[in-house]
């Protein structure tokens, strides 16, 4: 037994950390040789991935902990940990199911991870995995997240602090806005000094990219940077164009988005109150940055504002009691009452607020908007304490009139009361963190709700369904209204869009129609961006509701947000993301932390707690037993003899049945190795020991366990991965893990009676390409059937060639084969990349650091699961795709010299073709023959994302005008 280094590795990705965190010294024999930063923001929404390579340099293996930090409004939707050439993805589930995982775990005396809540945006993701003796590991993190504007500016924060200098460091962003991009701008910590020259900005008309590539030297010399490297933030703030009043409205198979930011309009004057709690725990230095924020908000008023302050503790107490003018006179009296608010007492929220509604009700003015804000650092403690009665006397005292904004100041606030009632009011709750900048914070909400443009918004979508909120209180300068949704005909060419609204007293209407034909301005990569943004605005959206609803409504839109969350993979307070590792099947719970204010929150050394859990490992042999925080290092002993178990990775889809009661009765499961029952070795024929790793199918003899509390089904395993529809059962559904045998296994029977008997093993059969269609926005797609040793690319002029073999009953290519001018060869599988010229021989791997080899007319540059190579005029990407744990290679034509024709697969850069018109079935005109046709979904490999896009099926021959016979080798 060797015990394992405990070694606490923090990998920050996104977004800002205290600034008293403190240094953690650089581990020895551990190497992060590559850390990316990868932000895509089409349209407002981000998708950011975070990729940390760490090789472990010691002799013996090590405990690697990967923690990062992202935004609390973002949803993670994707974790994987890829070590030894095998994946370990988290899959996302019920929170129900996931904690009945989690609970078996920890009966284990294993650990579960968690996110938990660590200051006023972040979320803290943390795991950590046993990585052996001179060996790599792989942590990949997406998160989503719509960007909310503010203040005329969209934000994105971007923080990194590796721990150590790290010789491939890259941050990329790339913002992708219709409209165009109005003003780019870079601050934060890592844009100042030396670093400075580190950074790119570039700009078209509707693209800008942002690029960080620090040299090792200089990411130790930065002002916050020293030998644990990087150590800040980048601040990335940008607006769109905005030359139509209407909005911005996208179409993209069949979903819809509509941003609607008007700015052609003149501001409503507003009646605002201010309701500070004056209470004893608002002593210090609260009350004195509530009365700095209050003179600031004060002297920003417009002289056509109408304002009143209320005080309150156990009692209240008004400045004036009816509101007044901000005229000069008006507002130096109030700032001398401001400077005069004392802390004393308890807190009576419920009247202070009534007295506000009241104030606002007593003088009403035509054509303005009113505001009630209300700031409070405790609970309600004199007068009417009943949490449920104060906020029924809020609602039916405010009704649908004007909003109440709920500042909560500090941690010992009942935030959820403030979140409710806030939202009850058509408001919204907002945590003031109790730092030196209180006032500052006071005074950037109060900026936010400043200026009112427009009051009673609501917006119609003609044939729109399964629209996201679409009626408003207020819109503000500076702010957005978003609103997503489907399209109820995917067919009509038009789409009519009208916002009704009121502005200074009078209704105004913005109407536009558009056409949902236009091609867009997405790239294909990034096609499926406007689903995602409708599912994570919809989540959203019902999530908050929750507050608010009861009885049966409030469960339905529960099972939704939960089927979308399923649906989509984001971890939400309904769903977790459990993650199975390679050690002795040990199982992580992460659960999204929910922003909850109550007493006792406070963590250790006074920080906010976020959700989770805290478990005990039962003693080992010789042990104590120990109890302890969940994500701490440990030492753990590998008291486990005899075959190793590996975890069975599985990705959940639910199947509705018409037959069950619940509609949800199948389950579909995709698993990506073989399944061994959990039973002794049983005689049977010897065989060679073990399972071959790199084998591309498996023996007949090789088992797949089903088990439930109420069922165990044995079948005999298929290739690697296979869909399974397996029915609901109470109890967990797990596929357990595999046994490598020291012989061969008898086939057990199947239990036909526990399986739907129309439970299909699909196999791969073909692989589709994709061929670009001139002046098409539908691509012509072909199959060629598996396996194949495949002429790709050929160019006899240049005495190039490209020829790929197929996978058995897989997508892809498992080798691909470069030959150039008679003495240049390059082999590339899953595993590696061989390089062989007269002076050269080679060898690159994939998970290694990025690599650039150059020589005369030939260029190869490795890069993250893809390289690019460059022979002569050609030049070809070949990506390494990784789905469901399985790896096969695609390849990508990125240049081919003009005017000349290429043989092979490959070789036609697009085609032309035309619809028949008046044909029963769809017909296609292509190179003057008529051929049938299929719309049909295809993933588009070329790609690293692999979006999937529409695209017309034809014969392989129409296209080709040659035999497939035509285009197999012999040999490679």
């Known amino acids: 037994m060797m015990d394992r280094a405990a070694l606490r590795l923090i990998l920050l990705g996104v977004f800002l950390i205290s600034a008293s965190s403190q240094p953690v010294k650089k581990k020895q024999n551990v190497d992060i040789y590559s850390f990316y930063i990868n932000s895509t923001v089409t349209s407002r929404y981000a998708t950011t991935v975070i990729t940390s390579r760490v090789a472990n340099t010691a002799n013996e293996s090590q405990e690697i902990q990967f923690?990062?930090?992202?935004?609390?409004?973002?949803?993670?939707?994707?974790?994987?940990?890829?070590?030894?050439?095998?994946?370990?993805?988290?899959?996302?589930?019920?929170?129900?199911?996931?904690?009945?995982?989690?609970?078996?775990?920890?009966?284990?005396?294993?650990?579960?991870?968690?996110?938990?809540?660590?200051?006023?945006?972040?979320e803290d993701f943390k795991t950590s995995v046993a990585v052996a003796a001179f060996s790599k590991v792989t942590f990949e993190l997406t998160y989503e997240e719509l960007l909310k504007r503010r203040l005329g500016k969209y934000e994105l924060l971007i923080n990194a602090q590796p721990m150590q200098p790290v010789a491939d460091f890259k941050m990329d962003v790339h913002i992708q806005e219709k409209p165009g991009i109005s003003f780019l701008e870079v601050k934060g910590d890592l844009s100042t000094g030396d670093l400075a020259n580190a950074i790119k900005t570039t700009r078209a008309d509707k693209d800008a990219w942002v690029t960080f590539y620090p040299t090792r030297d200089q990411q130790t010399k930065c002002k916050s940077c020293g030998e644990n490297g990087l150590n800040g933030d980048l601040l990335i703030t940008y607006d769109v164009e905005r030359t139509n009043p209407k909005g911005e409205v996208m179409v993209s198979n069949g979903y819809f988005v509509h941003y609607f930011a008007p700015s052609d309009v003149p501001r409503i004057s507003k009646n605002v109150v201010f309701i500070i709690d004056r209470s004893g725990s608002m002593s210090g230095r609260k009350i004195q940055q509530t009365r700095l924020a209050l003179l600031k908000i004060l002297s920003d008023l417009d002289e056509d504002d109408h304002f009143g302050l209320i005080t309150f503790d156990s009692e209240v107490s008004t400045w004036k009691s009816e509101l007044l003018k901000a005229t000069k006179e008006n507002l130096e009296n109030a700032k001398s009452f401001v400077n005069e608010i004392r802390d004393r007492g308890a807190t009576d929220i419920n009247a202070a607020v009534l007295a506000g509604v009241d104030m606002i009700n007593r003088h009403p003015r035509e054509g303005t908007a009113s505001i009630l804000i209300l700031l409070t650092d405790g609970d309600p403690t004199s007068g009417e304490t009943n949490i449920e009665r104060i906020m029924a006397n809020v609602k039916e005292a405010i009704g649908p009139k004007f909003p109440l904004y709920c500042l909560g100041f500090g941690y010992d606030v009942n935030f959820d009361f403030l979140t409710k009632m806030s939202l009850e009011n058509s408001g919204v709750a907002r945590r003031i963190y109790e730092d030196s900048d209180a006032d500052l914070q006071l005074q950037g909400f109060y900026d936010e709700v400043a200026v009112p443009l427009l009051t009673d918004i609501q917006l119609k979508y003609t044939g729109g369904t399964n629209l996201t909120k679409t009626s408003f209180n207020l819109y503000f300068n500076g702010s957005e209204i978003v609103v997503s949704g489907q399209i109820t005909d995917n067919s009509v060419e038009s789409f009519t869009t009208e916002v009704i609204a009121v502005s200074k007293g009078n209704n105004v209407t913005y109407q536009e129609t558009v056409m949902t034909t236009d091609p867009s301005d997405v790239p294909p990569e990034n096609e499926d961006f406007m689903q995602r943004l409708w599912a994570y605005l919809t989540v959203k959206q019902l999530l908050e509701r929750q507050v608010i609803l009861k009885g049966q409504e409030k469960e339905d839109e529960k099972k939704e947000a939960l089927k979308l969350s399923l649906k989509y993979q984001f971890v939400t307070s309904l769903t977790s993301m459990v993650v199975t590792k390679p050690q002795e099947d040990e199982v992580e719970v992460a659960d999204k932390p929910e922003e909850r204010g109550e007493r006792g929150e406070r963590g250790e050394h006074g920080r906010p707690a976020g959700s989770g859990y805290s478990y005990s490992r039962p003693p080992q042999r010789g042990q104590p037993g120990q109890a302890g925080r969940i994500g701490q290092a440990g030492t753990r002993q590998n008291t486990r003899h005899g075959p190793q178990r590996h975890p069975v990775l599985l990705n959940r889809a639910v199947q509705p049945d018409p037959h069950s009661a619940s509609g949800f009765s199948l389950h579909k499961f995709s698993y990506s190795h073989?399944?061994?029952?959990?039973?002794?070795?049983?005689?049977?024929?010897?065989?060679?020991?073990?399972?071959?790793?790199?084998?591309?199918?498996?023996?007949?003899?090789?088992?797949?366990?089903?088990?439930?509390?109420?069922?165990?089904?044995?079948?005999?395993?298929?290739?690697?991965?296979?869909?399974?529809?397996?029915?609901?059962?109470?109890?967990?559904?797990?596929?357990?893990?595999?046994?490598?045998?020291?012989?061969?296994?008898?086939?057990?029977?199947?239990?036909?009676?526990?399986?739907?008997?129309?439970?299909?093993?699909?196999?791969?059969?073909?692989?589709?390409?994709?061929?670009?269609?001139?002046?098409?926005?539908?691509?012509?797609?072909?199959?060629?059937?598996?396996?194949?040793?495949?002429?790709?690319?050929?160019?006899?002029?240049?005495?190039?060639?490209?020829?790929?073999?197929?996978?058995?009953?897989?997508?892809?290519?498992?080798?691909?084969?470069?030959?150039?001018?008679?003495?240049?060869?390059?082999?590339?599988?899953?595993?590696?990349?061989?390089?062989?010229?007269?002076?050269?021989?080679?060898?690159?791997?994939?998970?290694?650091?990025?690599?650039?080899?150059?020589?005369?007319?030939?260029?190869?540059?490795?890069?993250?699961?893809?390289?690019?190579?460059?022979?002569?005029?050609?030049?070809?990407?070949?990506?390494?795709?990784?789905?469901?744990?399985?790896?096969?290679?695609?390849?990508?034509?990125?240049?081919?010299?003009?005017?000349?024709?290429?043989?092979?697969?490959?070789?036609?850069?697009?085609?032309?073709?035309?619809?028949?018109?008046?044909?029963?079935?769809?017909?296609?005109?292509?190179?003057?023959?008529?051929?049938?046709?299929?719309?049909?979904?295809?993933?588009?490999?070329?790609?690293?994302?692999?979006?999937?896009?529409?695209?017309?099926?034809?014969?392989?021959?129409?296209?080709?005008?040659k035999d497939i016979s035509d285009f197999t080798v012999t040999q490679l």
């Open 67 to 122: 923690e990062v930090k992202i935004p609390k409004n973002a949803f993670i939707s994707k974790f994987r940990m890829t070590i030894e050439g095998r994946t370990y993805d988290g899959v996302v589930k019920g929170k129900e199911e996931a904690q009945q995982q989690y609970s078996r775990a920890v009966s284990r005396g294993e650990s579960a991870g968690l996110i938990k809540s660590v200051g006023r945006t972040l």
């Open 674 to 961: 073989p399944v061994l029952p959990v039973l002794p070795a049983l005689p049977g024929p010897p065989g060679p020991p073990g399972l071959s790793d790199q084998s591309d199918h498996l023996d007949s003899s090789d088992m797949l366990l089903y088990r439930s509390e109420s069922a165990v089904i044995q079948m005999p395993t298929f290739p690697r991965h296979h869909d399974l529809l397996l029915p609901t059962i109470s109890g967990d559904m797990l596929l357990h893990s595999y046994e490598r045998p020291v012989g061969r296994m008898p086939i057990l029977p199947w239990k036909s009676d526990t399986v739907p008997p129309t439970m299909p093993v699909p196999t791969v059969s073909s692989n589709r390409f994709l061929l670009p269609a001139a002046g098409q926005s539908k691509p012509l797609c072909f199959d060629v059937p598996v396996p194949q040793k495949l002429k790709l690319l050929q160019d006899s002029a240049s005495e190039f060639s490209m020829n790929g073999e197929s996978t058995t009953r897989r997508k892809g290519f498992k080798k691909i084969v470069f030959h150039f001018k008679t003495n240049l060869h390059l082999t590339i599988n899953t595993r590696s990349i061989r390089y062989r010229d007269v002076q050269n021989n080679v060898e690159f791997l994939w998970d290694q650091a990025p690599t650039q080899h150059n020589t005369e007319g030939v260029s190869l540059i490795l890069r993250s699961n893809e390289v690019d190579i460059t022979l002569g005029n050609i030049r070809v990407v070949i990506l390494l795709h990784k789905k469901n744990g399985e790896a096969f290679l695609w390849p990508a034509v990125r240049q081919q010299p003009k005017d000349v024709s290429l043989m092979g697969i490959l070789g036609k850069a697009e085609a032309s073709y035309e619809e028949v018109q008046g044909s029963q079935t769809p017909t296609l005109k292509i190179m003057d023959q008529e051929v049938k046709a299929s719309l049909e979904d295809v993933t588009d490999y070329t790609l690293p994302s692999t979006p999937v896009i529409r695209c017309w099926l034809v014969p392989f021959q129409t296209l080709m005008q």
